[in-house]
DNA sequence: AAGCACACCTGCTAGC
DNA sequence: TGCTAGCAGGTGTGCT
């Protein structure tokens, strides 16, 4: 499900229901969705009292920041959600709101608003960490530059895919190389770029590196300002409930068969590293 | 050591 | 109508 667009626009939807809120009491239904930790118990323990100072995002990996709270002993400090392939994070006004199936983690805020995570293919989970010195939870250090904050620059799309004989659209949904990629919009910006998804990272010539970057720079924005993309099986919803609309600025993506929005031929599917890919053979190459 | 296959789950759809 | 196979936004692992 959700990419990076979609992330950020949870975490724009959450920011101002849990900044300056504390956490009062977090219910586990389903342990699976806990992970990374010793003990679930851990993990509602290292929660509970806390006051949360603000959100963040690394990538596709959404990131709570808490502060100290009573106790005393050092603790976590962030708390971090992945939302995987069908997670969704929702935020109810009180505890009234009748829960969603497949509501596995509750966090209780101290106004008796709730965060909830659902989820049900439960590839999502959550856990507690600590920040490192570059103030990322260290469980996202392996991760690449953050495509949203690298803002398509041309140097650092460059150095994800120099020298890789992977195919460009793998490198770039690699998460070590540059996060928050997914397949969705690698399909787009590869379209938008002019290059095919196939293709070796290591050999596209400068030109088309810099028409990469140029599209991870107008796409992402737009998809966010677009409030993400919500496909027909309908798992993507922001904070609210509510789908995004990106969808129906989608040039390629799931369209295999359709007329390409440039040169009108039929769009091409393509498996790669087992995800389905679509692109147009007649304008990407 | 880069690159690949596979495992982890549930739910929906297409096809028989 | 009901069953089954295939497919879906992702990540981590372990093998070659």
């Known amino acids: 499900m959700p990419e990076l667009p979609e992330v950020e626009v949870v975490r724009r939807d959450l ?97 008796g608003a709730e965060v909830r995570f659902v989820d049900p293919r439960t590839f999502g989970h959550t856990w507690t960490d600590r920040t490192g010195a570059d103030g990322r939870p260290t469980t996202t250090a392996h991760l690449g530059p953050d495509a949203l904050a690298a803002g398509g620059a041309a140097d650092v799309v460059a150095a994800a895919l120099a020298g890789r004989r992977v195919a460009v659209k793998l490198r770039l949904m690699d998460q070590t190389a540059l996060a928050g990629l997914g397949n969705i919009y690698t399909d787009e910006i590869l379209f938008r770029a002019g290059v095919a998804p196939h293709r070796p990272a290591g050999s596209l010539g400068a030109a088309e590196v810099a028409a990469v970057a140029d599209a991870i720079h107008e796409i992402l924005p737009a998809a966010i300002a677009a409030r993400g993309s919500s496909l027909g099986d309908g798992q993507y919803v922001d904070g609210a409930g509510r789908p995004g609309t990106y969808q129906e600025q989608h040039a390629v993506h799931a369209k295999a068969g359709r007329p390409c929005p440039g040169c009108g031929r039929p769009l091409a599917r393509l498996k790669l590293g087992g995800r389905s890919s679509t692109f147009c053979p007649g304008c990407q190459v």
């Open 15 to 111: 920011d101002p229901v849990v900044a300056g809120r504390t956490i009062v009491a977090v219910e586990v239904g389903r342990d699976r969705a806990v992970r990374r930790e010793a003990s679930i118990g851990a993990y509602v323990d290292a929660l509970s009292g806390r006051p949360v100072t603000r959100t963040d995002r690394v990538g596709k990996f959404l990131v709570v920041h808490l502060g100290i709270g009573d106790g005393g002993t050092p603790r976590p400090d962030v708390v971090v959600v992945h939302l995987g392939m069908s997670g969704q994070l929702r935020t109810a006004a009180g505890g009234d709101d009748p829960r969603l199936a497949h509501t596995h983690v509750v966090w209780v805020l101290d106004d």
